[in-house]
T-cell receptor, first 114, second 116 residues
Framework: DAKTTQPNSMESNEEEPVHLPCNHSTISGTDYIHWYRQLPSQGPEYVIHGLTSNVNNRMASLAIAEDRKSSTLILHRATLRDAAVYYCILRDVGTQGGSEKLVFGKGTKLTVNP | DTEVTQTPKHLVMGMTNKKSLKCEQHMGHRAMYWYKQKAKKPPELMFV???????INESVPSRFSPECPNSSLLNLHLHALQPEDSALYLCASSQGLLGNRARPQHFGDGTRLSIL
């Protein structure tokens, strides 16, 4: 499985934007970039995913570098409820069975200060 | 509230007990998953079911036995567990593994298992 590298932790202030980086220099052409987050005492929650183009949804935006070797999850206005561990995951959709797996890295623990 | 329901939320069992974890979803998803998460670690995939058939077993010890009786239910049968098996067990589901393979997984909040 292709690997991702994320900072162990980040801090933000409430109502400010947050940019969570992810490096994936060995990404292949059939890897989708997925982001999940896990709030305390809950299961992981899907946030967003993309392949090549930037993506927006109600939760966040995903900015993907032109060479696809890195991406950034953007929370436009952090709230206290956004405090969680954020996981950047590559999902291979090019091989039979490959996309069935979510291989979680260590993720980034986001702390949001009031 | 999560759309994937796991029961029980907490379970304490001895090493000689037999118990089962249950997972249910009514989203019409045809792929279901079991993950194990140790404290302060990321989730690790254990099993994948696709259209009620086991498609991936990540070399999980036989004391863990999964079962998918129908498309809405997923069980994990536990027998003769070890203290190191204490963890949060997460169930997830997704629309299916045919066609668009990038569909997200929906997770339950897990069963916290303690082995005495």
């Amino acid at each position: 499985d292709a690997k991702t590298t994320q900072p162990n932790s980040m801090e933000s202030n409430e109502e400010e934007p947050v940019h969570l980086p992810c490096n994936h220099s060995t990404i292949s052409g059939t890897d989708y970039i997925h982001w999940y987050r896990q709030l305390p005492s809950q299961g992981p929650e899907y946030v967003i995913h993309g392949l090549t183009s930037n993506v927006n949804n109600r939760m966040a935006s995903l900015a993907i570098a032109e060479d696809r070797k890195s991406s950034t999850l953007i929370l436009h206005r952090a709230t206290l409820r956004d405090a969680a561990v954020y996981y950047c995951i590559l999902r291979d959709v090019g091989t039979q069975g490959g996309s069935e797996k979510l291989v979680f890295g260590k993720g980034t623990k986001l702390t949001v200060n009031p | 509230d999560t759309e994937v329901t796991q029961t029980p939320k907490h379970l304490v069992m001895g090493m000689t007990n037999k118990k089962s974890l249950k997972c249910e979803q009514h989203m019409g998803h045809r792929a279901m998953y079991w993950y194990k998460q140790k404290a302060k670690k990321p989730p690790e995939l254990m099993f994948v079911y696709s259209y009620e058939k086991l498609s991936i077993n990540e070399s999980v010890p036989s004391r863990f036995s999964p079962e998918c009786p129908n498309s809405s239910l997923l069980n994990l049968h536990l027998h003769a567990l070890q203290p190191e098996d204490s963890a949060l067990y997460l169930c997830a589901s997704s629309q299916g593994l045919l066609g668009n393979r990038a569909r997200p997984q929906h997770f339950g909040d897990g069963t916290r298992l303690s082995i005495l």
